[in-house]
């Protein structure tokens, strides 16, 4: 099955750290990623550049709305991915335990699969 793994950062976190700082916690990142990577586990991991360097489209009627970053209203951002192919929905929640970013970010941990279906039966009890 496949998983999503993203890294969610309180925005402007980034900007307390020295580059230094960044550099080490970033290196940790790519050695945890080639890691997962001899395990057969990870199909792609990436960082992001801050929301600043996003923008937001949306549409309404015909007419397209494009906002450029920072988003004022934002708390959170994603601050990077691991895409992995794992057996169980454990063992990614697992994978999720492993990873450096939880220190200082909170890992959300996604199975891929279609928007329109409904997550089924006993997933209350998961939560």
């Known amino acids: 099955m496949a998983y999503m793994l993203l890294v969610v950062e309180k925005v402007g976190d980034r900007a307390t750290r020295s580059e230094r700082e960044g550099q080490v916690l970033y290196d940790r990142m790519v050695q945890f990623s080639a890691e997962l990577k001899e395990r057969g586990l990870l199909t792609l991991s990436q960082s992001l550049k801050t929301d600043a360097a996003g923008v937001r489209v949306t549409k309404s009627g015909e007419r397209s709305i494009v906002r450029d970053g920072p988003f004022a209203e934002a708390k959170e951002m994603i601050g990077g991915f691991l895409m992995l192919t794992c057996a169980t929905r454990e063992q990614a929640i697992g994978i999720a335990r492993e990873c450096p970013a939880a220190e200082w970010a909170t890992i959300e941990v996604r199975e891929l699969g279609p928007c329109f279906q409904s997550d089924g039966p ?6």
């Open 122 to 127: 006993g997933v209350e009890e998961r939560r």
